[in-house]
């Protein structure tokens, strides 16, 4: 079984910037593509970035390129997502994501294992 556990989630201001971080336990952490989803109160859940098993491979959703970096230590087994110039559309739960796979995918059903989640709130 794989745990993931998100941390680093809060309150800042428009234009501030929040670095989110996701431990992964219980299996071989570089075996798998990872990615960041986030999902608004009423809103279904998207894509924000992926990254492959190795890092040399990433992916962005078009309302968080140039403002989001995803990146993974693969010996730290965590994943990370860098946040700049952040919106107030930005709000909301953030979710890191497994897939065993090992690619880079932006579809939810291509990720095996999910995190609880962590709040971000940005403020205008």
């Known amino acids: 079984q794989v745990q993931l556990v998100e941390s680093g989630g809060g309150l800042v201001q428009a234009g501030g910037s929040l670095r989110l971080s996701c431990a992964v336990s219980?299996?071989?952490?570089?075996?798998?593509?990872m990615g960041w989803f986030r999902q608004a109160p009423g809103k279904e859940r998207e894509f924000v970035a992926a990254?492959?098993?190795?890092?040399?491979?990433?992916y962005y959703a078009d309302s968080v390129k140039g403002r989001c970096t995803i990146s993974r230590d693969n010996a730290k087994n965590t994943v990370y997502l860098q946040m700049n110039s952040l919106k107030p559309e930005d709000t909301a739960v953030y979710y890191c994501?497994?897939?065993?796979?090992?690619?880079?995918?932006?579809?939810?059903?291509?990720?095996?294992?999910w995190g609880q989640g962590t709040q971000v709130t940005v403020s205008s």
């Open positions: 994501a497994a897939g065993g796979s090992g690619w880079v995918s932006y579809q939810t059903s291509e990720y095996d294992y």
């Open positions: 219980g299996r071989t952490f570089s075996n798998y593509g």
């Open positions: 990254i492959n098993w190795s890092g040399y491979s990433t």
